[in-house]
């Protein structure tokens, strides 16, 4: 059966590169009708941030990318965090000491920056100079019996190379001279992500590792682990970076990167997603608009390019806006709730908004510019543009014919206001755009904006009536 993983670390929101990450494993194990797997690997303790992990799933459900099994999930293979699997490490950990394939190093912290300083200082390469390899097997345990502080080392071979064979990246090699003895197990009993990584997945039965290409360079260590426990490694497949415009690897530096900033930003899942999955997948067609099921039906990762790929805000906002015109109103309202500036009581009230807006959208976060003729505005009746329109003869005139029009009636259809609009401009002696601008800025202390006898219907008559009266004073007679 084909299972796959998404497995994070818990040290912040989640990056929209891991929800790609997620998605490409999520569609893998759909279209195979196999198992996709949520791990969440915490053995580096002081970088866990509190909520990390709940924010993870929330985002990853909001995402419409939910796991078969994981935490808050289940499953017949957990726990699925790593700091409940500590005993699995060690026992894994002795297991390559008994075979030869690992040994016990002493080397103080100390020693370890010295070493350091002085490859540097030469311009050596860095690493590991194996001064624990060759100490004896007796001396070591001695050692260890004492309590001498100590980490885990793999025996890396000397010589030779390592052969990784990518679905992506094809077959890549990595000279064995060039691979240092890495810490398998730390000092204080957890393990490096190492060997954390190859147990978990042989224990999940993970089928196919589809991960960031920044972890290449960790495989043939990996490799290597699962050769000296006697285990089939999975099949790999490192995806391509995400890029900022200037072809640099996607940072915070440089913009927005954590999937919670999106959403607070008002943009749509369905957008994201189809956004993300294509960066690095080609679907081979002109085809950009996908749904999450079509994603399942097409994806491949045969169709996975190599070089990275940019991260287009401005695509993203042209396919949100897209998602958010086909979206239905009253999707769109149960969704923009949150970014309403004040809570609207009536249905009927959210239906005429969300309906007049909607065309107006790019994403929910333009939902507060979009509707500020809700609030009780105070224009700035001095700015420059208009003076002009508010000091036009017969201004006042026309308010005032239009509040003895506008009666006492709450409801104001739309024709109701357009035609009263163009009585009062008769009576007043204005007629055209003017006119029109005029009682905009009134209603709304904008020049642009949504139909205005949309704005009137939806405000009601007294509210009008309320704004023209604060206007008098502003206008000419």
């Not at 040994?103 to 020693?111: G, I, K």
């Not at 899942?269 to 294509?278: D, I, K, T, Y």
């Not at 036009?392 to 357009?418: C, H, I, K, N, S």
């Amino acid at each position: 059966m084909i299972r796959t993983r998404f497995a994070p670390s818990p040290t912040g929101f989640l990056h929209v590169g891991g929800l790609r990450t997620a998605l490409y494993n999520f569609l893998f194990a759909r279209q195979n009708n196999g198992r996709f797997v949520l791990r969440i690997e915490d053995t580096d303790q002081r970088r866990k941030v509190r909520g990390a992990v709940e924010n993870l799933i929330d985002s990853m459900r909001w995402a419409g990318i939910e796991p078969d099994e994981g935490p808050q999930y289940g499953g017949a293979y957990g726990p699925y965090i790593q700091s409940r699997r500590l005993e699995l490490y060690r026992a894994h950990a002795e297991t390559l000491l008994r075979n030869g394939n690992a040994y016990r190093c002493f080397c103080s912290a100390e020693r370890l920056n010295q070493l350091r300083r002085e490859q540097a200082a030469v311009k050596g390469q860095l690493g590991y100079d194996r001064h624990c390899r060759n100490l004896p097997v007796a001396e070591a345990e001695r050692r260890r019996a004492a309590g001498e502080a100590h980490v885990i080392r793999l025996r890396v071979p000397l010589g030779g190379e390592v052969v990784v064979e990518d679905l992506i990246r094809g077959r890549v090699n990595f000279p064995c001279q060039l691979l240092d003895d890495q810490v398998i197990l730390k000092a204080d009993g957890f393990p490096t992500y190492h060997l954390a990584n190859v147990v978990d997945d042989h224990l999940m039965q993970i089928s196919h590792v589809i991960r960031g290409e920044e972890w290449l360079p960790s495989t043939p260590k990996h490799q290597l682990l699962y050769q000296a426990l006697g285990w089939m490694p999975p099949v790999f497949a490192h995806l391509p970076l995400l890029l900022n415009t200037d072809r640099s690897k996607l940072s915070k530096r440089q913009g927005d990167v954590s999937v919670e900033e999106y959403r607070r930003k008002g943009f749509l899942p369905e957008a994201l997603v189809n956004f993300l999955s294509l960066l690095g997948w080609n679907p081979g067609t002109d085809q950009e608009l996908f749904t999450l099921s079509q994603l399942i039906g097409a994806f491949s990762l045969e169709r996975i390019g190599k070089s990275g790929s940019v991260f287009d805000i401005a695509k993203l906002r042209w396919m949100n806006e897209i998602y958010l015109r086909q979206l239905p109103v009253e999707t769109l309202i149960e969704r923009g709730q949150a970014f309403l500036p004040a809570p609207i009581a009536s249905y009927d009230q959210q239906m005429a908004i969300f309906t007049l807006i909607r065309e107006r959208l790019v994403t929910l976060a333009d939902i507060p510019d979009q509707t500020r003729f809700l609030a009780s505005i105070a224009p700035d009746w001095k700015r420059e543009e208009f003076r002009e329109l508010l000091q036009a003869p017969g201004a006042a005139r026309f308010l005032r014919a239009m509040m003895a029009l506008a009666g006492q009636e709450e409801t104001w259809t739309g024709a109701d206001f357009v035609e009263q609009v163009k009585q009062a401009g008769k009576t007043a002696g204005l007629k055209g755009k003017g006119l029109w601008l005029l009682i905009r800025i009134v209603l709304t202390g904008e020049l642009h904006g949504p139909e205005i006898h949309t704005i009137a219907a939806i405000l009601g008559r007294p509210e009008c009536v309320r704004r023209m009266k604060e206007a008098l004073p502003f206008v000419a007679d």
